[in-house]
């Protein structure tokens, strides 16, 4: 092969693994998919507390969570402003609680959660909000999770005491008035305060009979110190 044919063969040579390796290193650009994270952000859950109170407060403290379905705390955007609990991104998860620690007189302070009666939340479309009044909301959650204790308990045998059932009752017809005043916030607002104060105290009556309940059952442990 002569100087001028090999000169042509080897540019010839040259010009394809050129070509074949700009190939290869731009195939990522073509058949990876986009690494930018799918926005998640919807529309605007607002929980507005109602301070009917009469102590000095805080009622509300600043530490506000998300919770999923199976109660698990998840990242999201929530957050307690000076208008009351928001949320507009919860990061994928379409169904949720909302979790603060809320002052409840005539029963404490406590971690509780708001999660739509058990149907739980699911954000409105970007753009839009709705609102709700904060323990309206912890009312109606407290009360709907205190029936579904008494339902499941009862399918082993056990009956509420009177005084459960007279503290769940009371506040089953208390958050019936709450629901029936929502038009007018401040007696909405003291009608759950109230439903929500009797409904801790049912919850707290409910599992120690139950648990009384299944210790008589169940007898003594002689075996046990």
Request: aromatic fraction near 12%; proline fraction near 3%; glycine fraction near 8%.
């Amino acid at each position: 092969m002569d100087r001028r044919n090999f000169i042509k063969n080897t540019l010839i040579g040259s010009v394809g693994t050129i070509a074949a390796a700009n190939s290869i290193l731009s195939a990522p650009t073509i058949l990876t998919s986009s690494r930018a994270p799918k926005s998640t952000l919807g529309g605007e859950l607002i929980f507005k507390p109602v301070f009917v109170q009469k102590g000095m407060g805080p009622h509300l403290y600043d530490l506000v969570w998300a919770t999923d379905k199976d109660w698990d705390t998840f990242y999201s955007n929530i957050k307690l402003g000076s208008d009351g609990i928001k949320i507009s991104d919860s990061k994928g998860k379409q169904k949720f609680g909302i979790n603060a620690r809320w002052n409840v007189e005539g029963f404490g302070y406590t971690n509780i959660t708001a999660d739509n009666g058990g149907e739980f939340y699911e954000l409105p479309p970007e753009g839009k909000s709705q609102e709700f009044i904060l323990q309206y909301e912890f009312a109606k959650s407290r009360v709907a999770r205190n029936e579904s204790r008494v339902q499941l308990h009862s399918k082993n045998g056990w009956k509420p005491s009177t005084e459960s059932a007279g503290l769940h009752a009371f506040s089953q017809t208390l958050f019936e008035d709450a629901t029936k005043s929502k038009s007018d916030k401040e007696k909405c607002a003291e009608l759950s305060q109230k439903s929500l104060m009797y409904a801790l105290w049912a919850s707290e009556k409910i599992e120690l009979d139950k648990a009384n309940y299944e210790i008589a059952r169940m007898g003594k442990r002689n075996d046990f110190f």
